[in-house]
């Protein structure tokens, strides 16, 4: 089993900065995919970032320039910096990871959710 811890969200003021953080722990063998969805009031969740095993990254359209994503494959950990915060960027935040456990099954884990509130 796969448990993925997040911390870093809170209240910012509109331009401001805050870094998520989401380590992931437990029966690993390998991590393949990390990523970070959001979810704000009335919507659906959606994509923000996500980066491969390789560093190859992806980004919704909304936070290119702003947000960047990382990875600490040592830490098995995923970061997100996010930079020049709007408003819309209020939601809560989720990761997402998948890959291999020691016993070779396919996992697709998410964390519990960070709420970040970005204010004028």
């Known amino acids: 089993q796969v448990q993925l811890v997040e911390s870093g969200g809170g209240l910012v003021q509109a331009g401001g900065s805050l870094r998520l953080s989401c380590a992931a722990s437990?029966?690993?063998?390998?991590?393949?995919?990390m990523g970070w969805y959001r979810q704000a009031p009335g919507k659906e969740r959606e994509l923000v970032a996500a980066?491969?095993?390789?560093?190859?990254?992806n980004y919704a359209t909304s936070v290119k320039g702003r947000f960047t994503i990382s990875r600490d494959n040592a830490k098995n950990t995923v970061f997100l910096q996010m930079n020049g915060l709007k408003l819309e960027d209020t939601a809560v935040y989720y990761c997402?990871?998948?890959?291999?456990?020691?016993?070779?099954?396919?996992?697709?884990?998410w964390g519990q959710g960070t709420q970040v509130t970005v204010s004028s």
């Open positions: 997402n990871v998948e890959g291999l456990t020691v016993a070779t099954q396919r996992f697709h884990s």
């Open positions: 437990g029966s690993i063998f390998i991590i393949n995919n």
């Open positions: 980066i491969t095993s390789g560093s190859s990254t």
